[in-house]
């Protein structure tokens, strides 16, 4: 993702970990883990120490996303994807938001490469204003 250098500045932007997040893209549980039957057959093969229950996930996401809005944070969400693993609910792995725009990055999992995808053309519609 780029922006112009004119003075337009990038719709997410991260260059440090420390300062008050204003932005933030998410990826629901909903969207990541599907169903509980989702997440048994993977979280095995991408190493999770045991399954996340699904409903109990769904809940205690919905109260971060409280948190967050008392915060005032700007959230944006990725869409469903079907071809991703449950993995997908880190969405910052695929790529480094700096200055210049975001820096798309390999995924160390092979079953997590769609996630690039997924996430770029994410960050391209909303550097070019397109709806999702």
Aim: net charge negative.
């Amino acid at each position: 993702m780029t922006h112009d250098h004119k003075g337009m500045q990038p719709i997410f932007n991260c260059n440090n970990m420390v300062d008050p997040i204003k932005k933030i893209l998410l990826n629901h549980p909903k969207n990541a883990f599907f169903n509980q039957k989702k997440i048994d057959s993977e979280f095995k093969e991408l190493n999770f120490s045991d399954a996340p229950d699904y409903n109990e996930s769904l809940h205690e996401y919905e109260a971060f996303i409280d948190i967050l809005k008392s915060h005032n944070i700007e959230m944006y969400f990725l869409d469903r994807n079907n071809t991703n693993t449950i993995d997908s609910i880190y969405a910052h792995d695929p790529f480094i938001i700096s200055n210049d725009g975001a820096i798309i990055c390999n995924m160390g999992k092979k079953n997590r490469v769609s996630e690039i995808a997924v996430s770029y053309t994410h960050l391209r519609a909303h550097e070019t204003g397109r709806k999702l």
